[in-house]
Nanobody
């Protein structure tokens, strides 16, 4: 059963915006949900996260002020609004969940359920 499905990726010019979506299966409970990205030849890195109950948030320094994570609980969907995109934001973007009480960590090793990813390419 597919529990996380990302969408919304694509090719965008530098300085433009893109909004990613992550549809979460209703049967999937989690302590925290997060967005990660992986550029070619690089390790997967945490972008932004939020805990379910207390909504504790974390964001990578590289995206603060540009990326915003939001949730629509009625739709079981998490979003990542990405503004002022840069070429270095290029990569595959994944959403992931954890049931571990890790205070919205951005460590990918703490997350156990992953989506298939969506490609984001920032290029002129």
């Amino acid at each position: 059963q597919v529990q996380l499905v990302e969408s919304g990726g694509g090719l965008v010019q530098p300085g433009k915006s893109l909004k990613l979506s992550c549809a979460v299966s209703e049967s999937l409970g989690y302590y925290a949900i997060a967005w990660f990205r992986q550029a070619p030849g690089k390790e997967r890195e945490g972008v932004s996260s939020i805990t379910d109950i207390y909504e504790i948030r974390r964001s990578a320094d590289s995206v603060k002020g540009r990326f915003t994570l939001s949730r629509d609980k009625a739709k079981n969907t998490v979003y990542l609004q990405m503004n002022s995109l840069k070429p270095e934001d290029t990569g595959i973007y994944y959403c992931a969940t954890t049931t571990r009480a890790t205070l919205a960590t951005l460590n990918p090793g703490e997350y156990t359920t992953w989506g298939q990813g969506t490609q984001v390419t920032v290029s002129s």
